[in-house]
């Protein structure tokens, strides 16, 4: 599992907030499933899973994603038009994200999202730009 962390995720044409199980070969993971057009990451801090006594570091001042994107999180940070979220997918029931007793507006298709911090099994892009990027292996 994956960590990614940032100052700053600006989405681009939202196109939904789902909660899904996705099989895998121990049984299934619920994740948070965001999709969208797009996005903007400022200040990257990505650390990949250990595998093979190594553990990749990416950090960059900017990510830039189009073609579209889709992020699975297993835990999600964020803060979203000013309001401090956690989220664990497992407390939550699959189907369009809804928080128990509290209602949420619709977000606009285009959202910034601030203090992120997410637990992510797999992200997929049309295709992704960095800038000053730095990748550092690490024992582990």
Partial sequence: MAILSSGSLQITGLQSITVVDIPTGSGPVREIEL?????TIGGLDLLDPCVGHVQAHTTASQEQATG????????????????????????????????PGVPLPPLPTD??????????????????ALTGANVTPTPC
């Fill in 111 to 128: 959202v910034a999202f601030a203090s992120v911090k997410m637990y992510v099994p797999t992200i997929s892009a049309g295709s992704t």
């Fill in 68 to 99: 579209g994107l889709t992020i699975d999180a297993t835990a999600l940070q964020v803060t979203v038009l000013g309001v401090a979220i956690v989220l664990a997918a497992a407390d939550l029931p699959t189907g369009t994200l809804a928080l």
């Fill in 35 to 39: 999709k969208m057009a797009g996005s």
